[in-house]
């Protein structure tokens, strides 16, 4: 799978960015893994290419961050998704 380059943190807006856009796949990919009871470890490994073991605050940080962010596309952001369509 080709990896979307990413950051450690995506940027924090009231808006969808353009960050948002792009990784929307990713986003959905983390919802799915959290209500699959997925482990979050191995969710960082597989969809970013991080291994926790070696970079345990990184990947950490990572996951929180894009978990949150996903989380809040699916209660705030896919508004303005829907009003664009």
Known sequence: MKQEAFLDEPPQSTLLTSYDRAHMKLYLRLLDAETD?????????????????KEPERANLIHRSHLARARWMREHGYRQLASEA
């Open 37 to 53: 009871g997925a482990d979050w470890r191995e969710a960082v490994a597989l969809l970013f290419g991080i291994d926790a073991g």
